[in-house]
C-alpha cells in the first residue's frame, strides 16, 4: 500500500466549476500535511498547508480529518489557470524537518 | 531574493556512467532535500542533509550519494547509472521553522 494514495485523475471540469480532491494517508503519526502544486515540467509549488481545523485560501479550501486519515481539496470558481497536477504531501517528521511523502498527484484540466 | 536553484538543467548520460547534480538553497535556508521524481509519479524522497551530514535517506541504493557544503549548497551523486534513473531531480531547501521549496530541477536522461 503506497504511504499517500491520490486518484490520479484526470479530472476535465468546465470553467467556474467546483472540484475536489482526496487523499488518504498511511502512517497516522504523520504531523503535517499540504497541498503542492505541479504545472507541466515545472517543479512543485507549495499551494497551502491544511490544518485540522480546515482552511481557506480564496477559491481553495484544504481539510485534514485524522481519525480516517484523510486530507481533501476543494476548488470553487475553476479557472483556466488552475489546470496543474495537485500533489497531497505529509510530512513524516515533526515539524518542518521530516521528509516529504507525496501522492501520484491528481490533475486537472479546465475547459472553456 | 534568489529561490532554489539547480545546475545544470538537463542532462544526457549513459548507462554505467556518473554524475553529479548541483543546488543551491534559498538565502536563509540550512537544510536540503532531494528527491526523484519519475515521469508520472510524485516525487520520492532520496536524502536529506542539516549541518553537512545525511540525516534521513529514503529507499534508494547506495549508489546515490550526497553532500552538504558549508555554505548549505549541496550534491547529488548517483553512479553507475540505470536507464531507471532517467527522471527529474528536484532538490528542496527550508528551516525548521517553515516547509520545503523547491528547485526547478535537473531532467536526467540515461541512454
Known amino acids: 500500500r503506497k504511504e499517500v494514495e491520490q486518484d490520479p485523475g484526470p479530472f476535465n471540469v468546465p470553467e467556474g466549476a467546483t472540484v475536489a480532491f482526496n487523499c488518504t494517508y498511511s502512517?497516522?503519526?504523520?504531523?503535517?500535511f499540504f497541498w503542492y502544486r505541479q504545472d507541466c515540467r515545472k517543479e512543485p509549488k507549495l499551494l497551502m498547508s491544511?490544518?485540522?481545523s480546515g482552511n481557506e485560501d480564496g477559491r481553495f479550501t484544504a481539510q485534514l480529518n485524522r481519525a480516517s486519515q484523510y486530507i481533501s481539496l476543494l476548488i470553487r470558481d475553476s479557472k483556466l489557470s488552475d489546470s496543474a497536477t495537485y500533489l497531497c504531501v505529509v510530512n513524516s517528521g515533526s515539524g518542518n524537518t521530516g521528509k516529504l511523502i507525496f501522492g501520484q498527484g491528481t490533475t486537472l484540466q479546465v475547459k472553456p | 531574493d534568489a529561490g532554489v536553484t539547480q545546475s545544470p538543467t538537463h542532462l544526457i548520460k549513459t548507462r554505467g556512467q556518473q554524475v553529479t547534480l548541483r543546488c543551491s538553497p534559498k538565502?536563509?535556508?540550512?537544510?536540503v532535500s532531494w528527491y526523484q521524481q519519475a515521469l508520472g509519479q510524485g516525487p520520492q524522497f532520496i536524502f536529506q542533509y542539516y549541518e553537512e551530514e545525511e540525516r534521513q535517506r529514503g529507499n534508494f541504493p547506495d549508489r546515490f550519494s550526497g553532500h552538504q557544503f558549508p555554505n548549505y549548497s549541496s550534491e547529488l551523486n548517483v553512479n553507475a547509472l540505470l536507464l531507471g534513473d532517467s527522471a527529474l531531480y528536484l532538490c528542496?531547501?527550508?528551516?525548521?521553522?517553515?516547509?520545503?521549496?523547491f528547485g526547478p530541477g535537473t531532467r536526467l536522461l540515461v541512454l
Open positions: 502512517n497516522s503519526a504523520s504531523q503535517s
Open positions: 538565502s536563509g535556508h540550512d537544510t
Open positions: 528542496a531547501s527550508n528551516t525548521g521553522r517553515e516547509t520545503q521549496y
Open positions: 491544511v490544518y485540522s
